[in-house]
């Protein structure tokens, strides 16, 4: 009895719930209302192909898949360029006195995307790179094919902002070689003096790589290294593009995982669960702490902390006490560092039991944390 007694309003509310959607969708629809599409943001700045100082205010930044969508570039050579999310992506320029560069495609994933910058040719330089290339071009100048270039680039400069990525200086990596699925022939290596070398058989400090004549298709382009790894990149081919996936994407060297360790300890008390410790060791230099707390009514409010050494008693940094945490509440350290993949630890507390860590990652250059870098 009391089992049929707990069921059969729980099947009424579930009913009424559906009955309830399925009439406000079916009103939606007949209204002819439609959801806006989830965005996400693609930022960077467009310049000039050796010149990094040229900066391309007034370009037009547009989609190949999304035709309408544009931005006008800023007099500070910055763009901010609203996409759909969950899409494919492959962003173009379009500039004076400049040949029309295409970008990797993105596939966009729940975040903004930083630094996709545009490296850009002026004419005279794309038409010195056609001859040296040996390049067929049509009467307007692009190719009667396909170009795909990039660079192999240093993980130095992947989470640098314009200003610290044209300070660097040469970002290449020397000693990579690319390959390409579906397979293309062998490619075209940059030397040191950025020229075109066909005796190179490997990335020179340059790092520039380039394929010429590619026939019309979606390519997976992989890098290789004795050493390093790097990201692979999709580059979609029409006839006429030239596709330049340019640092610090495209081929961009992988950052190893972060080397900071993080413990903590806990005893129940009741309903709550008391932070007793909470330390960082191993920290990278310049390391960035980011502690918080998600939840109704958390005891703690977010903190930052730069630590000055390699160590941080996270616990005493936050004011020393032994703050108690509810059922269902999230205490979150998230530690970065130049050139590393960020480390993210979550202790979710639960009824009965101290929490447990959850160690997610964060890849460097992007946003969000995950399983797997």
Same mark, same amino acid.
């Given at each position: 009895m009391l089992?049929?007694?707990? =069921?059969?309003?729980?099947?009424l509310a579930v009913a009424a719930t559906l009955l309830v959607a399925g009439m406000a969708? $079916?009103?939606?629809?007949? @209204?002819?209302?439609?959801?806006?599409?989830?965005?996400?943001h693609l930022r960077g700045t467009a310049?000039?192909?050796?010149?990094?100082? *040229?900066?391309?205010?007034? &370009?037009?930044?547009?989609?190949?898949?999304f035709p309408k969508l544009r931005a006008t570039v800023r007099a500070d050579g910055t763009y901010d360029l609203s996409v759909p999310d969950q899409a494919r992506v492959t962003p173009y320029i379009q500039a004076a006195g400049h040949h029309t560069i295409y970008l990797q495609t993105f596939t966009t994933?729940? =975040? +903004?995307?930083?630094?996709?910058? $545009?490296?850009?040719?002026?004419?005279?330089?794309?038409? &010195? @790179?056609?001859?040296?290339?040996?390049?067929?071009? +049509? *009467?307007?100048?692009?190719?009667?094919?396909?170009?795909?270039?990039?660079? $192999? %680039?240093?993980?130095?400069?992947? +989470?640098? %902002?314009?200003?610290? $990525?044209?300070?660097y200086g040469a970002h290449g990596v020397a000693g990579a070689t690319a390959t390409s699925t579906p397979a293309l022939p062998k490619p075209t290596y940059f030397n040191a003096n950025v020229i075109p070398d066909p005796t190179q058989t490997a990335s020179s400090k340059d790092g520039g790589v380039v394929w010429t004549g590619v026939p019309t298709g979606v390519y997976t382009i992989t890098g290789h290294h004795p050493v390093s790894r790097f990201a692979s990149f999709v580059a979609t081919c029409r006839p006429g593009r030239v596709v330049n996936a340019n640092p610090p994407w495209g081929l961009h060297e992988l950052a190893p995982p972060n080397p900071a360790r993080v413990a903590a300890t806990w005893s129940v008390h009741g309903s709550l669960d008391i932070l007793r410790s909470l330390s960082a060791r191993s920290l990278p230099a310049h390391a960035v702490v980011r502690v918080r707390c998600r939840g109704a009514r958390c005891p703690l409010t977010a903190r930052t902390f730069t630590p000055a050494t390699t160590t941080l008693n996270v616990l005493r940094a936050l004011g020393g006490s032994a703050p108690g945490f509810r059922v269902g509440?999230? @205490? =979150?350290?998230?530690?970065? &560092?130049?050139?590393?993949?960020?480390?993210?630890?979550?202790?979710?507390v639960v009824t009965g039991r101290r929490p447990v860590a959850s160690t997610l990652c964060v890849p460097l250059g992007e946003t969000l944390a995950r399983a797997h870098c």
């Open positions: 089992s049929v007694r707990r =069921e059969r309003p729980l099947r969708a $079916f009103a939606g629809a007949a @209204l002819g209302t439609k959801t806006a599409p989830a965005m996400v310049y000039e192909f050796n010149s990094v100082h *040229t900066l391309l205010a007034g &370009a037009t930044i547009r989609v190949a898949e994933a729940g =975040e +903004d995307l930083a630094n996709v910058n $545009f490296q850009t040719p002026s004419t005279p330089i794309y038409t &010195a @790179l056609v001859k040296l290339l040996g390049t067929s071009v +049509d *009467t307007h100048g692009n190719p009667v094919r396909c170009a795909i270039v990039s660079t $192999f %680039n240093t993980r130095n400069v992947r +989470d640098l %902002n314009y200003a610290g $990525f044209i300070a509440q999230t @205490l =979150e350290v998230a530690i970065s &560092a130049h050139a590393f993949n960020g480390t993210v630890l979550r202790w979710t």
